[in-house]
């Protein structure tokens, strides 16, 4: 019995923890140093341009902020890296079609006088799945360096504190990418 609770409470946090999981990327120039990035700043006229609210914009940019700050950097007004974003959302729709065979005792159509038959149920949810780019440019070269991107479920704007953490999530599993592995 033991077994089976514990089973069952393994399932249920497996299937929360993969819904609020962020699926994470990064692609970056091998023929750079990374080791020689030491400041960075916003490049205003790229995160000017993103499509989501300047309250989102602030709490992402306060979020790379901390991460490159904890990772050693420094803000600068001359800086070696310039730090922008993209955004992307989209719509998605699950539908779960369930079909049963079998005999029940209330249905009398179907295969036969004994009540054998065939039973359908669909369920339909839909959530919005939001991507984040986060892009590092060789301020000196104006080249892209390093992007990485994340995507995940976006959470509802009516709790602000939820929207905040899954914004400093999104950052926080994006920016651990950075710097790049260089194999």
């Known amino acids: 019995m033991k077994y089976l609770k514990l089973l069952s409470v393994g399932v249920v946090l ?3 923890s993969s819904c609020a999981s962020v699926k994470v990327s990064s692609d970056y120039d091998k023929q750079k140093d990374f080791n020689q990035y030491k400041t960075f700043a916003f490049y205003k006229k ?3 341009k993103v499509d ?3 309250l989102d914009k602030r709490r992402i940019l306060r979020a790379v ?4 700050l904890a990772k050693g950097f420094t803000k600068s007004e001359n800086p070696d890296l310039l730090v922008n974003i993209f955004t992307k959302s989209r ?5 779960y079609n369930n079909r049963y065979y079998g005999w029940y005792p209330w249905y009398y159509g179907g295969f036969g006088p004994y009540g054998f038959g065939m039973g359908a149920y669909s369920n339909v ?8 780019f986060i892009d590092l440019i060789d301020a000196k070269k104006k080249e ?7 995507t995940g479920a976006l959470v509802s704007s009516r709790d602000i504190s939820k929207k905040e953490t899954r914004i400093k999530e999104f950052v926080t599993e994006i ?4 710097p790049p592995v260089i194999e």
């Open 144 to 150: 892209l360096a390093w992007q990485g991107m994340g």
């Open 14 to 16: 497996f299937l929360v």
């Open 175 to 178: 920016m651990a990418e950075y």
């Open 91 to 95: 719509e998605k729709i699950n539908v």
């Open 65 to 68: 902020e901390a991460d490159l």
């Open 125 to 132: 949810t839909s959530s919005t799945e939001g991507t984040l």
């Open 46 to 48: 790229g995160i000017d």
């Open 52 to 54: 989501i609210s300047d």
